[in-house]
């Protein structure tokens, strides 16, 4: 059902999502990388371009980008101003956020087009962030995004 790790790639010419509002999110967003050392550097990339895949997580990442260092973390949180599950889970909530304004999909379809592999997580993630529920965020005209 869900991509194996492995199935994650590197290769951004590839990128496909469940809603064009995504694809833009993605375009908008991309993080200059240009000042990073090679391994944050790629890592970052790694990250960003499998951003919606359910399969992407801090081990995985690590993995497929043959890292191996364990103060990847907090190089990484020197570099980007946040954690790698941080710096994830910001971006796929800015992205659902998003949708929750701009579209009439399920909370459900929503959890699942940025990467979530079950609903539970996306509703604890999403409280996190934002205070409240994704439906109270929908359905509020005072509730804002909040910038990543």
């Not at 200059?32 to 944050?40: A, C």
């Not at 371009?49 to 990847?72: M, Q, S, W, Y």
């Not at 980007?80 to 579209?103: N, S, W």
């Amino acid at each position: 059902m869900w991509p194996h790790p492995d199935a994650l790639t590197s290769d951004l010419s590839k990128k496909t999502f469940e809603h064009p509002l995504l694809e833009q999110y993605w375009e908008e967003e991309k993080p200059d990388l240009s000042t990073l050392s090679r391994e944050i550097r790629e890592l970052a990339t790694f990250i960003f371009g499998n951003l919606f895949e359910p399969g992407l997580n801090v081990k995985t990442a690590r993995r497929r980008c043959r890292i191996r260092d364990n103060n990847i973390s907090s190089r990484f949180r020197r570099a980007m101003g946040k954690g790698i599950k941080e710096y994830i889970d910001d971006h796929r909530m800015a992205a659902a956020a998003i949708l929750l304004r701009r579209t009439e999909l399920s909370i459900f379809d929503i959890a699942m087009s940025v990467g979530f592999h079950h609903v539970e997580t996306f509703y604890q993630v999403f409280r996190r962030r934002y205070g409240c529920t994704p439906g109270r965020f929908r359905s509020s005209p005072v509730l804002e995004e909040v910038p990543s």
